[in-house]
């Protein structure tokens, strides 16, 4: 099995909403990532989870909460949104968090196409 | 920080070779990944170079030049199917995390 899954696959929501975003790999990665990505740019990291605790947060507001409860599932939890937080949010795992001696690719999943209203 | 620079589109012919450069400025270098993206779609991994050199990989390869900063990826025998966003991300020691840095893309259409 060399999938991410990410659910769901759209997502609607208003400022005020609570919402979550899914994530789930079963290849014993031990790392985890979330990115956003805007229209017609490159994926931005926003956390990395490795061997499940928070070891990176590239300085995300607070209204994005991040979880990971197991080593094969990752939450982005969200509360009270901005319009310009509509984007893709992509899942992606790798082996290992790349450190000083190697680098590991990472998989990604098909992502979570959000909206907010 | 890590400044990647890519072509922000190119087009080619189905049949023809294609070449897409990159090139970064960053300390403490660790490897540079290539990904392919279709619209709407997650990126795909295609290759990843550490030393330099040319790595084959059926219709793609890629190079790395370390001394130059410079990398490409060449697409033999294009396909149709082979439209898509082309994404350099490069992994250095600078800020500290290793994690790969993508650049902006660059949007490849291939035509009949």
């Known amino acids: 099995d060399t999938e991410v899954t990410q659910t769901p696959k759209h997502l609607v929501m208003g400022m005020t909403n609570k919402k979550s975003l899914k994530c789930e790999q079963h290849m014993g990665h031990r790392a985890m990532y979330w990115y956003k990505q805007k229209a017609k740019k490159p994926p931005e990291l926003m956390f990395v989870y490795s061997y499940e605790k928070l070891s990176i947060n590239e300085s995300v507001p607070s209204r994005f909460s991040p979880e990971c409860p197991n080593s094969s599932l990752l939450n982005l939890h969200l509360h009270a949104l901005q319009p310009e937080d509509s984007a893709l949010y992509l899942c992606?795992?790798?082996?290992?968090?790349?450190?000083?001696?190697?680098?590991?690719?990472?998989?990604f999943g098909p992502g979570t196409r959000l909206t907010v209203t | 920080g890590q400044n990647i620079d890519q072509p922000t589109e190119m087009t080619a012919t189905e049949g023809a070779i294609v070449q897409i450069n990159c090139t970064y400025q960053t300390s403490g270098f660790n490897g540079l990944f290539w990904y392919q993206q279709h619209a709407g779609e997650a990126p795909t991994f295609l290759s990843y170079n550490v030393l330099d050199g040319l790595e084959e990989k059926g219709r793609f390869s890629s190079f790395l030049s370390r001394s130059k900063g410079y990398s490409y990826l060449l697409l033999k025998e294009l396909q149709m199917k082979d439209s898509a966003s082309y994404l350099c991300a490069v992994s250095s020691s600078s800020g500290g995390s290793y994690i790969p840095t993508f650049g902006r893309g660059t949007s490849l259409i291939v035509h009949p």
């Open positions: 992606a795992s790798s082996q290992e968090r790349t450190g000083g001696s190697s680098s590991y690719e990472q998989y």
